[in-house]
Each structure stands twice: as C-alpha cells, then as structure tokens.
C-alpha cells in the first residue's frame, strides 16, 4: 500500500532535549512537508522540500531543522531552541509542488515533560 | 498578510438539515482545497476548485469557488452523524498550503 507514515505516534520531549520526529512516503512525490497543528488552529508550515537535498523555511521554522537526503524520507527534529514544541505536527506530499494535491500522514502528538 | 478565514468556527446542526461553511481568503490563488479532520486524525483531502465558477460534489457535500470575490463555500445538504468532523480549507498563495482555522462541525440527532 502506498503512503505516508509518521513515527512515533506519541512523543515526549525532556527539558533542553532534541527529538526527531519520522516521515517516510512511498508515494514516489518529490515535495514533501512540515506543518504544525495547535488545538483549535489551522495547520501552519515548518519546513518544505521540493527535491532532494533542498528545502525551505515555512511560516514557523524557528527552533526546527529538517534534512532531505532520500527522496522518500523527510526527518523533523524538534530543537531544544523551540520553547513551546507542544502540538501536533504532521508531514504531507504531494507529487511535485504546492499545486498538486497534498497527502497527508497520521501525525505525530508532541507532548513536554 | 494573507488570511484565510472560514466560518463559522463551530457548527452544530441537526440531522437531515442543510448549512454552509464560508471560506474567505485574502489574495489570489490558483486553487483552493477542502479537508476533513476526524478528532485525533490526520487530514483527509475532500475537493480541489481549480477555477471560477468550479463545483464538485461528493454524496452530501458540496463545494464552489467564486475566485473573484474570493470566496468559497462548502455546502453540506442532509446532515448525517458521520458527518460530524473538522472541515478546513486551504489556498496555494506560493509554495505551500495556507489553512483556515478550521470549522468544527458536530451533527446531532
């Protein structure tokens, strides 16, 4: 079956941690994204990728990196720098571009000790 | 600063009645999208208008896009309990997606 996968489903991040959070798709899409949910908000955009081994700061980057090595895999690290991490992110893709339908994964649920 | 803004927010409508949600957005774009959020869940793609004037339609909904005045509407006839979720729209400005807040919509008996 094709498509989006997030790991772990629940995380939880210690004071001054970092954490990664997975996306892999086998949907064979060159753009791959980011985006954070807060409770009662719309999504807003982290990071995006358009082809391997390039991306681009969203709306929010700040305290957040991303790396884009294979073009199946789209890693979101939480740094210690992001102060208020608490949220649901979620990774999208979408066969080439913004202006191709985006699918998403299940998401990942950021939780602070 | 583009807004995208829908409403109402929250929704609460009984079974077999008809309503519409109001998406607004704030600049030009070449598409819009509707999703569908169940509590807890990822987001599910529901319609994509591509130009002035589009309507689709999948069983109890309905969507149309006025580009012109930048409006968009998604039309919900019949209401069932299994359609009770969180519906979103977004618009493509750029590169990525720019989401609404969201209306939460809850179907009663």
């Known amino acids: 079956d094709g498509g989006i996968t997030q790991s772990p489903k629940y995380l939880f991040r210690k004071e001054g941690q970092n954490v990664t959070l997975s996306c892999e798709q086998n949907?064979?899409?060159?753009?791959m994204y980011w985006y954070r949910q807060d409770p009662g908000q719309g999504l807003r955009l982290i990071y995006y990728s358009q082809i391997v081994n390039d991306f681009q700061k969203g709306d929010i980057a700040e305290g957040y990196s991303v790396s884009r090595e294979k073009k199946e895999s789209f890693p979101l690290t939480v740094t210690s720098a992001q102060k208020n991490p608490t949220a649901f992110y979620l990774c999208?893709?979408?066969?080439?571009?913004?202006?191709?339908?985006?699918?998403f994964g299940p998401g990942t649920r950021l939780l602070v000790l | 600063e583009l807004k995208v803004e829908q409403n109402p927010l929250f929704l609460s409508m009984q079974e077999g009645k008809n309503y519409t949600i109001y998406c607004n957005y704030s600049t030009t774009s070449d598409r819009l999208y509707w999703y569908r959020q169940d509590p807890g869940k990822s987001l599910e793609s529901l319609f994509v208008l591509l130009s002035n004037g589009a309507v689709k339609q999948e069983g109890r909904l309905m969507a149309s896009l006025d580009t012109k005045a930048r409006l968009s509407t998604l039309h919900i006839t019949a209401a069932v309990h299994d359609l009770s979720a969180t519906y979103f729209c977004?618009?493509?400005?750029?590169?990525?997606?720019?989401f609404g807040k969201g209306t939460s919509l809850l179907v009663t008996p």
């Open positions: 977004a618009v493509v400005p750029g590169y990525a997606l720019n």
């Open positions: 999208a893709s979408s066969i080439a571009g913004a202006l191709e339908t985006q699918y």
């Open positions: 949907l064979n899409h060159d753009a």
